[in-house]
């Protein structure tokens, strides 16, 4: 991760990466289901999506699984899409029926190309310090940094195959 930042005065987690792939591969690793759920999880966890319907007002719907099969859901609504530009989605935990645990959380996606490379910078609001709190005691920004390193070699891995 090149920056990542906690500002509990705004309840707010930034952080950005830069990806040795272009600005299409990089949007569709976070918005085709087949892709997401191959590195949305730090490992040994792995990401298994129920239903995805990426498009303003759709949402996905998702379990990180642990190796014993334990699952913790999470429903992520789109509120916003500017194709290859940004998006912006609601994120709250939920039970495996999709009733949501609030308070959640507001992300937002920004990617960016230069000279070949991708960059993209999340800025994650919360609505509550005490759920910014639990998200930085669950192992955040460690399973954020395990799961763009898994990114980042499977960008490496689909990159060799065009």
Do not use: C
């Not at 800025?123 to 192992?139: A, D, P, Q, T």
Request: charged residues 25%; hydrophobic residues 35%.
């Amino acid at each position: 991760m090149n920056h990542f930042t906690v500002d509990k005065t705004t309840k707010t987690v930034t952080f950005s990466r830069e990806f040795d792939a272009d600005l299409s591969l990089v949007w569709d690793a976070y918005t085709k289901q087949e892709i997401l759920d191959q590195w949305w999880a730090p490992k040994p966890w792995t990401s298994k999506t129920k239903f995805m319907d990426f498009e303003v007002g759709g949402r996905r719907f998702y379990a990180m699984v642990s190796p014993e099969g334990q699952e913790h859901w999470s429903i992520q609504k789109y509120t916003s899409i500017s194709p290859k530009t940004n998006f912006k989605l609601l994120n709250a935990f939920a039970d495996k029926d999709e009733n949501p645990e609030l308070p959640g959380s507001e992300w937002d996606l920004t990617f960016s190309e230069q000279n070949g490379k991708t960059t993209v910078r999340v800025s994650i609001y919360n609505e509550s310090l005490v759920r910014l709190e639990k998200m930085l005691e669950m192992g955040f920004r460690e399973g954020t940094a395990m799961t763009l390193k898994n990114l980042e070699e499977l960008l490496a891995t689909l990159s060799q195959q065009k």
